[in-house]
T-cell receptor
Framework: AQRVTQPEKLLSVFKGAPVELKCNYSYSGSPELFWYVQYSRQRLQLLLRHISRESIKGFTADLNKGETSFHLKKPFAQEEDSAMYYCALISRGGAQKLVFGQGTRLTINP | KAGVTQTPRYLIKTRGQQVTLSCSPISGHRSVSWYQQTPGQGLQFLFEYFSETQRNKGNFPGRFSGRQFSNSRSEMNVSTLELGDSALYLC?????????????FGPGTRLLVL
């Protein structure tokens, strides 16, 4: 069964500190992994995807197939990073069916 | 380009009634997926439509149905509403099916069932 687990519902760090949001997945095969973000009063939007291997707003995420993890990291947190973050996977092969984790609410304290 | 739009934004219904929600994808996008978001269950996949055909369905009862029109606009319908159907219903569109597609989400329709 496809499953995404985000072990932390809430995460609070100080501005300038490193941030790591954890994501583990269960999937038999080779999925595509994503991080979506939802800022206050805004719609859900894509932050980054593992196949593009790019850094968005200073965030990076590395897919570790051995540990089935896709943790999101940023070396220096900023107050505008406060938001709800969702890790999600989609199976390769066509279906536009995202499986989401429960989300982590990140709060950056000044 | 205009983003994904959903109407109505808010809806209040009573148990037993039915409801229809509408989604207009980004111009040129042909794939539309629907999700239900609740505090308890999080974001759960409902359906995927492409070329007016349902391609995938999530684990929801038959009271939940949908369709897609030739202009890619999509509607979902929930019949015989239950209290547990209260949720934020999100629609997402992508250019096509297949790997590498990005789903763009609408603002959602918040449904309250009394």
């Amino acid at each position: 069964a496809q499953r995404v687990t985000q072990p932390e519902k809430l995460l609070s760090v100080f501005k300038g500190a490193p941030v790591e949001l954890k994501c583990n997945y269960s999937y038999s095969g080779s999925p595509e992994l994503f991080w979506y973000v939802q800022y206050s009063r805004q719609r859900l939007q894509l932050l980054l995807r593992h196949i593009s291997r790019e850094s968005i707003k200073g965030f990076t995420a590395d897919l570790n197939k051995g540990e089935t993890s896709f943790h999101l990291k940023k070396p220096f947190a900023q107050e505008e990073d406060s938001a709800m973050y969702y890790c999600a996977l989609i199976s390769r092969g066509g279906a536009q069916k995202l499986v989401f984790g429960q989300g982590t609410r990140l709060t950056i304290n000044p | 380009k205009a983003g994904v739009t959903q109407t109505p934004r808010y809806l209040i219904k009573t148990r037993g009634q039915q409801v229809t929600l509408s989604c207009s994808p980004i111009s040129g996008h042909r794939s539309v997926s629907w999700y239900q978001q609740t505090p308890g269950q999080g974001l759960q996949f409902l359906f995927e439509y492409f070329s007016e055909t349902q391609r995938n369905k999530g684990n929801f009862p038959g009271r939940f149905s949908g369709r897609q029109f030739s202009n890619s606009r999509s509607e979902m319908n929930v019949s015989t509403l239950e209290l547990g159907d209260s949720a934020l219903y999100l629609c997402a569109s992508s250019l096509a099916r297949g790997s590498g597609q990005t789903q763009y989400f609408g603002p959602g329709t918040r449904l309250l069932v009394l």
